[in-house]
């Protein structure tokens, strides 16, 4: 068995010297002009990185903002969630309702109290809570929640300068559209 295994070696040691060689040389070598040798594929300034514009001054430059959403609420269609328990998207079109005060207008539509009205996805539980304490506010939204627009987002149509291949997990159906994060929270905790 030991004599077998020994006769292969030499063979298989030689294919794979072959093997990198082959590889090695089937590579194109890349450079910039400082380490540039002959043969080498230079690559500008300009075509390194995302923007494919000079790096020396922003003339050329236009921030890509997007389209986003001009449908009102009520009139929008939800977005399914990212992924489990992430904070929803927008999905309706936000313009005239900045800035976002501690009592807001968000607040108008999407307390559960005002949401059973307006037909807006109610706020949950977890922000009915300082998460700090355990507190429970009896029905006020925690002051570390009234500003929105720091977690949740209105969508935008761009194409993304890197093409993005996250996939969300979720472990029911429901995770899709609602978020149930108080329930969740002290999973595999042991309190003891
Ligand atoms: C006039 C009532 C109204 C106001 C004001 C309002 N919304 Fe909405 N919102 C809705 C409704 C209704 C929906 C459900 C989608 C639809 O029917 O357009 C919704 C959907 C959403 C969703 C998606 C919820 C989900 O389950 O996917 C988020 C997030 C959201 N709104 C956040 C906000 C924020 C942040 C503001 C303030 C900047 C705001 N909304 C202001 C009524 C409102
Ligand atoms: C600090 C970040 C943060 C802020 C600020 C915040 N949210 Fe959220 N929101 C989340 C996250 C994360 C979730 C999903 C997990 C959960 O339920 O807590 C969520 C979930 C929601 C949902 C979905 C509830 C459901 O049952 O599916 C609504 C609606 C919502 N937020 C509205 C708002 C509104 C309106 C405001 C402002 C008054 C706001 N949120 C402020 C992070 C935030």
Redesign the pocket.
Known sequence: MNGKRFKWFPAVLSAAVSLGLFVSCAQTKTATMATAEKGDKIYTEEELGLRHETLYTEDNITPVHGETTT?????????E?SFENS??????D?TG??P?ERD???????MPEEAVF????PIPSSHLINLTTGEYLRGKLDGSRFN??QC?VVQTALTPAVENIFKGEFRDKQGR??SNLLNLLNEGVNAE
């Open positions: 449908k009102e609420p009520g009139e929008s269609t939800k977005f969630r904070p929803p998207l927008i999905a309706h936000i309702m900045l976002l807001n207008i968000c607040m108008g539509c999407h307006s037909g807006a996805t929105c627009l949740h559209y609602r």
